[in-house]
């Protein structure tokens, strides 16, 4: 599949701060979703876009389809210590297969 | 809310043998998905169903594998003679109208 480069690869910050990562890829996507994962559980999904441009919001979580369709961000304000986890992006090109990045580990202090 | 369930939790094998992995998916979802996961790596995709039948699959989904539905709320991935290499966390995943997919928690496989 597409090559998907996600950063950082990982974060570590202070209670309160804000957190901004992203993906970009070499090729085409029509769809970007963000995921969170806990130790050993399953990715749950916290963010669909659909549309280049598209800037959606999920509570402290937002995140954008690049306008070039090769790209996307997800930001977490004010981060709390219940973000620490391992957040993916996920792209889809065509057909059904998601293609994931690599992943951001977050830790987050008190 | 509606969840995506998978069992056993942990599976233990020798190598060589076959295991079955089942998944319930969302009950009104129409395509179902299976991924895995090895140690510290990212997910990867293996295979999507579709009306009954394989609609996509990866490279890693080769003749040792099979998908099922079996009937109607069962989803399972069948690993034929498993090799050390197919230790890895196994993930269903369902999926509506939309390209959302919804993961369920995983089967940890472990061959030895």
């Known amino acids: 599949g597409q090559q998907l480069n996600q950063s950082p690869q990982s974060m570590f910050i202070q209670e309160g701060e804000d957190v901004s990562m992203n993906c970009t890829s070499s090729s085409i996507f029509n769809t970007w979703l963000w995921y969170k994962q806990d130790p050993g559980e399953g990715p749950v999904l916290l963010i669909a876009?659909?549309?280049?441009?598209e800037l959606t919001s999920n509570g402290r979580l937002t995140a954008q389809f690049g306008i070039t369709r090769k790209d996307s961000f997800l930001n977490i304000s004010a981060s709390i210590p219940s973000d620490v986890g391992i957040y993916f992006c996920?792209?889809?090109?065509?057909?059904?297969?998601?293609?994931f990045g690599k992943g951001t580990s977050l830790l987050v202090t008190p | 809310e509606p969840e995506v369930t998978q069992t056993p939790s942990h599976q233990v094998t020798q190598m060589g043998q076959e295991v079955i992995l089942r998944c319930v998916p969302i009950?009104?979802?129409?395509?179902f998905y299976w991924y895995r996961q090895i140690l510290g790596q990212k997910v990867e995709f293996l295979v999507s169903?579709?009306?009954?039948?394989?609609?996509?699959k990866s490279e890693i989904f080769d003749d040792q594998f099979s998908v099922e539905r079996p009937d109607g709320s069962n989803f399972t991935l069948k690993i034929r003679s498993t090799k050390l290499e197919d230790s890895a966390m196994y993930f269903c995943?369902?999926?509506?109208?939309?390209?959302?997919?919804?993961f369920g928690p995983g089967t940890r496989l472990t061959v030895l």
């Open positions: 009950s009104n979802h129409l395509y």
């Open positions: 169903f579709y009306n009954n039948e394989i609609s996509e």
């Open positions: 996920a792209g889809l090109a065509s057909g059904y297969a998601l293609n």
């Open positions: 995943a369902s999926s509506g109208e939309g390209m959302s997919q919804y």
């Open positions: 876009l659909y549309k280049a441009g």
